[in-house]
């Protein structure tokens, strides 16, 4: 579908690679479409037995697209392709675990949110600088993040936007460890191994009684997604990315 998304089967583990290093892993239609069918697809066959998302080096992603925004901002619909990446992410049925190294803004974040192990490298702050650009978290952050951090972590990331080291995320809760850059995928796939030999059926329902129900997660992502294309539409927005666009000139 997109050379941007490259998919590989390694045994019992499905990995989702995000790959367009030339603009830091930034996420167009077309990819997240690329990963909401891969999510499906690994969930669908029962060879698989765990996800792992990654990026590249230095980029796990810098978020949505900016010219996807812009376009929403002049009056596209924006179509249906992040809405239905965070669906499939927040009902995804079986364990994911991602590797995050460096850039981490936006959906590079709330990603992580719905996995079940991030690991981060020392290098890696992730960020969501949401209000900055006049617009509203999204991907179910509003609802994960105060439930996962506590309000007031919550809003320093999601109101504040500032920006989480690779350590306050650790201690925050947000995720699971830290680990050196040339160490990460060989730890991302350890673990993936680990959960990969559990049995399914009992990992599936431990899984399932701690995720707790996912309809009030998936309202939310739709909510925020109201919102979210409201405020693209905002001036407040219009001048942010704006700003972002002719930031070089
Ligand atoms: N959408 C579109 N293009 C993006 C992008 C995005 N979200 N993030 C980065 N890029 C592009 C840049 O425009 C640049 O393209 P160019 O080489 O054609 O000019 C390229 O990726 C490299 O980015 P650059 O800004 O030069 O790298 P950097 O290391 O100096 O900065 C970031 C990296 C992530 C800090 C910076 O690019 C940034 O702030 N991006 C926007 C992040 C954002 O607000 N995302 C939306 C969150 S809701």
Redesign the pocket.
């Known amino acids: 579908m997109t050379e941007h998304i490259v998919v590989e089967t390694k045994g019992a583990v499905q990995a989702i690679r995000m790959n367009r290093p030339?603009?830091?892993n930034?996420l167009t239609r077309a990819m997240y479409a690329a990963m909401a069918a891969a999510l499906a697809a690994g969930d669908a066959n029962p060879e698989t037995r765990a996800h792992v998302i990654l990026g590249v080096p230095g980029a796990f992603s810098?978020?949505?697209?900016?010219?996807d925004f812009m376009a929403v901002a002049m009056g596209g619909d924006g179509g249906t392709e992040v809405f239905d990446f965070l669906v499939a992410l927040a009902t995804c049925a079986k364990p994911i675990v991602s590797g995050v190294d460096g850039?981490a803004?936006?959906i590079g974040t709330t990603i992580n949110l719905h996995c079940d192990l991030t690991f981060a490298t020392p290098r890696t702050v992730f960020r969501t600088?949401?209000v900055d650009?006049g617009i509203v978290p999204e991907a179910g952050s509003s609802l994960i993040a105060p439930a996962l951090l506590g309000t007031q972590r919550a809003f320093a990331l999601l109101g504040l936007g500032e920006g989480f080291s690779a350590d306050r995320a650790k201690s925050a809760g947000l995720i699971y460890d830290v680990v050196d850059e040339d160490d990460l995928e060989e730890q991302v796939f350890a673990a993936a191994g680990r959960i990969a030999a559990k049995p399914p059926e009992a990992l599936r329902l431990a899984r399932e009684l701690m995720r707790g129900p996912r309809e009030p997660i998936v309202e939310r992502i739709r909510e925020e997604g109201r919102l979210f294309r409201e405020r693209l539409r905002s001036d407040e927005a219009k001048a942010a990315l704006m700003a972002?666009v002719n930031r070089?000139k």
Request: aromatic content about 12%.
């Open positions: 030339d603009k830091k930034a810098a978020g949505n697209d900016i010219a850039i803004v936006g600088p949401f650009l972002f070089k």
